[in-house]
């Protein structure tokens, strides 16, 4: 098994291969893969010393599988020319997700999807998968009418830059290249990538649209703010939901409790419930303050936690590198 990792240097690559060597993932040749500047340097994986190496090399040598965190434009480019050469592209960006001829895919909600012989799989949007993940099995029970997010998005989110400004704002000084238009700590910024036309940034447009798209629900009502916030790592998001069909808290929690990938903290008594530090390097996603809303039919409130880096990216295409090559294999 021959695994190329595309932005092997950058946060989500490097997390990649973590998660890789944590799960004792079988790999005959491994591929570090960057930009030139980075062709040359060498990274660490299971106690061996791997040099990194260029797009153009990496074709040649024909992977199996290409796990991309390099940009958009990057995979726009290049995954194309892995897939001619027959490695499947497990893409991390944007830039596939919402190609009709590309599946989207979380492992626990429509891996069937990534069944079709497709050469390109899009990983989906960090916030969405986390989402999807609570939502399914309670879309599967209730139908899903409508869900309102609110998004509480780690400054990892954005990347190292970011980072490094909340860590520099932290310690008192101005951040020396800031990420942001404004500080972030002690700070919540309403702007999470580009604002659109229609007034919504990118970003809550992403979790309308692919949310549809993985559940299958083309015309479901959803509408999203998102918001950074001076977290280090883990996105939270505050969900309000309405279903067709009737259900009550209790049904709600018995289903997240048996649901694949879930974690439920649920315990007001114990004041448990999710936060981005419990969910630190976990690869589950964690529900909690499950409740009523009283102010409408049949709704309810969510809290929806997860380690962005992880489940929300890393983690994420490697179970569906697990999955693949689990059926390559047999």
């Known amino acids: 098994m021959r695994i190329a990792i595309i932005g092997a240097t950058g946060l989500v690559g490097r ?17 570090a893969v960057a930009s ?10 299971k106690d061996h010393e791997i040099r990194v190496i260029g ?5 040649s040598l024909k992977p199996d599988f290409a796990l991309f965190s390099a940009g958009g434009s990057t995979s726009l480019e290049w995954a194309p020319k892995f897939a001619e050469v027959g490695t499947t592209v497990i893409d991390n960006s944007s830039a596939w997700r919402m190609d009709e001829n590309v599946p989207l895919v979380v492992p626990e909600v429509n891996l069937e999807s990534a069944e079709g012989g497709s050469r390109i799989i899009a990983n989906p949007n960090c ?7 609570a939502l399914k099995p309670l879309h599967d029970a209730f139908k899903l009418k409508r869900v309102v997010i609110s998004t509480y998005q780690s400054v990892s989110g954005t990347g190292k830059a970011a980072m490094l400004q909340l860590e520099e704002e932290e310690n008192g000084k101005t951040a020396s290249a800031p990420a942001y238009n404004y500080p972030i700590h002690r700070n919540c910024i309403p702007h999470c990538d580009v604002f659109l036309d229609n007034g919504y940034t990118k970003e809550e447009m992403k979790l309308v649209h692919e949310t549809r798209k993985i559940l299958g629900v083309p015309d479901l009502k959803i509408t999203a703010t998102a918001v950074r916030v001076p977290v280090d790592g883990g996105h939270s998001e505050s ?3 309405s279903f067709e069909k009737a259900a009550t808290v209790e049904d709600i929690r018995w289903l997240l409790s048996k649901a694949e990938g879930v974690v439920l903290q649920d315990d007001l008594e114990s004041n448990l419930y999710p936060m981005p ?10 529900v909690g303050r499950i409740r009523k809303d009283e102010s409408a039919e049949n709704t309810f409130n969510l809290w929806i936690v997860a380690d962005n880096l992880r489940k929300g990216a890393a983690t994420n295409a490697v179970q569906i590198l697990e999955k693949l090559t689990e059926k390559w294999v047999n």
Do not use: C, P, W
């Open 239 to 241: 969900v309000n939901v």
């Open 15 to 31: 997390e990649m291969l973590t998660v890789l060597e944590e799960r004792n993932f079988k790999i005959t040749e491994l591929y």
């Open 127 to 133: 916030s969405t998968i986390q989402l999807v993940v």
């Open 55 to 59: 797009m153009e090399k990496a074709i």
């Open 36 to 45: 030139e500047s980075s062709v040359g340097k060498t990274i660490r994986f």
């Open 277 to 286: 530090l419990l969910a630190h390097k976990k690869d589950d996603v964690f």
